[in-house]
DNA sequence: CCGTATCCGAAGTGATACTG
DNA sequence: CAGTATCACTTCGGATACGG
């Protein structure tokens, strides 16, 4: 059954692969801040806190759900600290703990490289798609 | 009809969102990167230049279809260059181009943030996780 | 050797309704 | 105010088969 084996191969491989992911830490926090949120939320809050609200107005566009999940993950892994305040009606602050600083120090060169290479990258595009073009109306 | 206004409100509140991201360098450029395998593609190539093949050997665990994805989406945005030579078999060679080694460097300094906090991470996680368990058992 | 085309299940994302 | 729960929808990613 060359089939069943071919199938059996892969398996292995991806169960290998799996378990070197895990163990590789650059991989798993970048799959933690390649999520579509996390550097927004840690960019806004390098500016000061903020609390639930005040961010849900910050990011525009997002999601009560994708807040709460990106903020929840974010705590999770030591970046930001939740404060709540009891009162009526309830209060909670988010802010960057030293992790998340040094995280959002990266963040910020980041932010300057694109904003530094993006006119590079869009004149690449319009090539690339202008030649795409021509090769469609060839054949 | 206070249901259709509502969700006419959210549709334009979302197309507004999508043209500013579109205005927005560092957001468009974060999304390509976000994607799961270029920053491995990156890396790899930084090292040297590499084969199609090189490349599926060196990127353990990724399919054929996610790696021609991940190269055709930096060709086009000018991080990498293709080289076919005409012979049988055909040879594909990929290299970065100057901007894409200019991305490479940020790309390392990650890698080199995430090895170097990796560790504060899996901490925080398990206290989390640790108070979060006592918190269930409460309930 | 280096891909493209297609199908399909899994995961991500958002809208909506409801709660302390 | 700051969430949680649920469901529908979309997108992603892998497997497979085929082409230059």
Redesign the pocket.
Known sequence: MA?RT??QR?REA?IAYDAYLAECPSRRLLDSLS??WVTLVVSALSEGDL???GLSQRLV??????L?QT??TLERDGMITRRVTAAV????DYSLTPLGRSLAVLVSQFKVWAEAHMDQVDRAQRTYDRRSRRLDSQA
Chains 1, 2 share one sequence.
């Open positions: 089939t071919a199938l892969r991806k999520s579509k609390r639930y609200s566009g997002v999601s009560q759900k994708m709460t903020l929840r009606p309830v209060r909670v």
